[in-house]
C-alpha cells in the first residue's frame, strides 16, 4: 500500500475516479472528500440516476456529475469509464464498502505496466459485509473464470479497480443485463492483458442495503463466464 508520505508527495492528475450513484446522499460527500484526499489532483467523476440530494451534494464536493443514460447500470458504469481522456480511470462503489486508501496502489500498479489492477473482497474465509451464499458465490465464479482463462482471477465482482483508460476502448462491451463488471476483468484476462489483484477489507454499507442492482445474478455471471472466447476478443487494429 502507499504510504501517506508518498501520497502527500504525489500528484493524480492523470487519474479519473468513475462512480455510478442511486440516491447515495449518506455517503456521497465522505466518500468525494476520502477521494481528493488520497488522490490530489485526481478528477471524479459520477454518472447519477438519483432522485434525492446525491447529484447536488457530489457536485458541491467538486466531482463532475453527469446524468444516468438510459438502460440501467451497466451503459451507467460504461458511460463512467469513457467520461474523462485521463490515461487512467478507477472505479471505486459510493456506498463506502470498498477502502479508499487503496487506490493509490491501484494507480501505480497500472502506472507500472498493469492494464487492470483489481481488488479481491474474498479472502480463505466469509468476509464482514458480505453473505455466506454471496461469498461462496463470488468464490466459485472466481475459479470458473480462472480455469477459462488459465490464470488465478479471485474476485471477479469486485467494483474497485483501476484500468489503462485506452482499454476501455478497444473492446466492444456488452451492457445488456446485470453482472458487466464481471467482462470488465475477465475479457482482458482472456484476450492476455496484464492484471493484478489486491486484498482488501469490505465494509458495512453506508445507507442501509444496497439500491442498486445486485450484480451478482448467477445466471447472468455463468453466461459472462462461459460465453465463446471469440466474442471476448479486442477490436481489429
Same mark, same amino acid.
Not at 467523476?45 to 447536488?56: H, L, M, N, Q, Y
Not at 458541491?60 to 463512467?80: D, T
Not at 488459465?150 to 489503462?164: G, T
Not at 476502448?169 to 445488456?176: A, G, L
Given at each position: 500500500?502507499?504510504?501517506? %508520505?508518498? /501520497?502527500?508527495?504525489?500528484?493524480?492528475?492523470?487519474?479519473?475516479?468513475?462512480?455510478?450513484? *442511486?440516491?447515495?446522499?449518506?455517503?456521497?460527500? *465522505? /466518500?468525494? +472528500?476520502?477521494?481528493?484526499?488520497?488522490?490530489?489532483?485526481? %478528477?471524479?467523476?459520477?454518472?447519477?440516476?438519483?432522485?434525492?440530494?446525491?447529484? $447536488?451534494?457530489?457536485? %458541491?464536493?467538486?466531482?463532475?456529475?453527469?446524468?444516468?443514460?438510459?438502460?440501467?447500470?451497466?451503459?451507467?458504469?460504461?458511460?463512467?469509464?469513457?467520461?474523462?481522456?485521463?490515461? /487512467?480511470?478507477?472505479?471505486?462503489?459510493?456506498?463506502?464498502?470498498?477502502?479508499?486508501?487503496?487506490?493509490?496502489?491501484?494507480?501505480?500498479?497500472? $502506472?507500472?505496466?498493469?492494464?487492470?489492477?483489481?481488488?479481491?473482497?474474498?479472502? +480463505?474465509? =466469509?468476509?464482514?459485509?458480505?453473505?455466506?451464499?454471496?461469498?461462496?458465490?463470488?468464490?466459485?465464479?472466481?475459479? /470458473?473464470?480462472?480455469?477459462?482463462?488459465? $490464470?488465478?482471477?479471485?474476485?471477479?465482482?469486485?467494483?474497485?479497480?483501476?484500468?489503462?483508460?485506452? *482499454?476501455?476502448?478497444?473492446?466492444?462491451?456488452?451492457?445488456?443485463?446485470?453482472?458487466?463488471?464481471?467482462?470488465?476483468?475477465?475479457?482482458?484476462?482472456?484476450?492476455?492483458?496484464?492484471?493484478?489483484?489486491?486484498?482488501?477489507?469490505?465494509?458495512?454499507?453506508?445507507?442501509?442495503?444496497?439500491?442498486?442492482?445486485?450484480?451478482?445474478?448467477?445466471? +447472468?455471471? *455463468?453466461? $459472462?463466464?462461459?460465453?465463446?472466447?471469440? =466474442?471476448? =476478443?479486442?477490436?481489429?487494429?
Amino acid at each position: 500500500m502507499a504510504t501517506t %508520505e508518498a /501520497i502527500a508527495n504525489a500528484i493524480f492528475s492523470d487519474v479519473c475516479v468513475a462512480m455510478i450513484t *442511486l440516491n447515495e446522499e449518506e455517503s456521497i460527500a *465522505l /466518500i468525494v +472528500k476520502e477521494i481528493f484526499a488520497v488522490l490530489p489532483g485526481v %478528477e471524479i467523476v459520477v454518472v447519477d440516476g438519483s432522485s434525492d440530494a446525491t447529484p $447536488r451534494i457530489a457536485a %458541491e464536493m467538486g466531482a463532475r456529475v453527469m446524468r444516468e443514460p438510459a438502460g440501467g447500470a451497466a451503459p451507467a458504469l460504461l458511460a463512467s469509464l469513457k467520461a474523462s481522456n485521463r490515461p /487512467i480511470v478507477a472505479t471505486i462503489d459510493a456506498d463506502h464498502t470498498y477502502p479508499v486508501d487503496v487506490l493509490p496502489e491501484l494507480v501505480r500498479r497500472v $502506472r507500472e505496466g498493469d492494464d487492470v489492477a483489481g481488488t479481491d473482497r474474498l479472502g +480463505k474465509w =466469509q468476509r464482514q459485509g458480505m453473505s455466506f451464499s454471496n461469498w461462496l458465490a463470488s468464490v466459485i465464479f472466481g475459479l /470458473i473464470a480462472s480455469v477459462r482463462a488459465r $490464470r488465478r482471477l479471485r474476485d471477479v465482482h469486485s467494483a474497485e479497480r483501476a484500468y489503462r483508460r485506452s *482499454l476501455i476502448d478497444e473492446f466492444d462491451w456488452d451492457t445488456h443485463g446485470s453482472a458487466f463488471p464481471v467482462d470488465l476483468l475477465f475479457w482482458p484476462a482472456m484476450a492476455g492483458c496484464r492484471i493484478s489483484e489486491v486484498p482488501i477489507p469490505y465494509l458495512p454499507r453506508i445507507g442501509g442495503a444496497s439500491k442498486l442492482p445486485r450484480w451478482t445474478g448467477g445466471t +447472468k455471471t *455463468l453466461h $459472462r463466464l462461459l460465453r465463446p472466447s471469440a =466474442q471476448m =476478443q479486442r477490436r481489429p487494429t
